[in-house]
């Protein structure tokens, strides 16, 4: 008898341990993976809303997991969190991939820049050298020199940033010096056209 009882004790200890549905290690593991994936490929500057996509997914995904955890065992229900990881990781994937192509095309836009924003400081030369040079002229092609030397020294920072592999950063410097130097072009066409009428 005493041994029956200890059988029957035994199976309904080994069905509670069962039941108790463990949490989504491997799952999480494997999200967590991929973001790291997806951030070794730079997602996080080229394909910046994915990955923030995929990392709160993540976070979502944990806190549904600790939430699960706090319940009493027979409870605990992981289906939630593990669509959540699953995702997460889909996501991940996803931005690696997109910061992948969106690198090879910022690549792309700054090799046109540097190629053509030369040609732009050439031009701009050009056109000061035909600009009135009366008093207040003279003063304005100073500083427009100035303005235009700082525009060659910044751009030569551009050029490290790109051997670097740093190419939103020298994108974004490229942009903010090609506006500038069409800025200079505007302000001499403004003021030739005034010394013709």
Known sequence: MKSLVNLVLLVVALAFFAACEKAPQQEVDAAKAALETAK????EIYAGQDFNMAQDTLNMAVAEIEAQNAKFALTRNYDQAKKLL???TG???TAQTMATENKAMVKAEVENLLATIN???EATRTMMKKAPKGKEGKAALQMMTQELD???ASIAEANNLYTAGKFMAAKDNLTANKDKVMSLQNELTTAMTKTRK
Do not use: F
């Open 150 to 152: 700082a525009v060659v």
């Open 119 to 121: 040609t732009d400081i």
């Open 86 to 88: 699953a995702s997460a």
């Open 91 to 93: 996501k991940a994937t």
């Open 40 to 43: 070794a490929a730079e997602a």
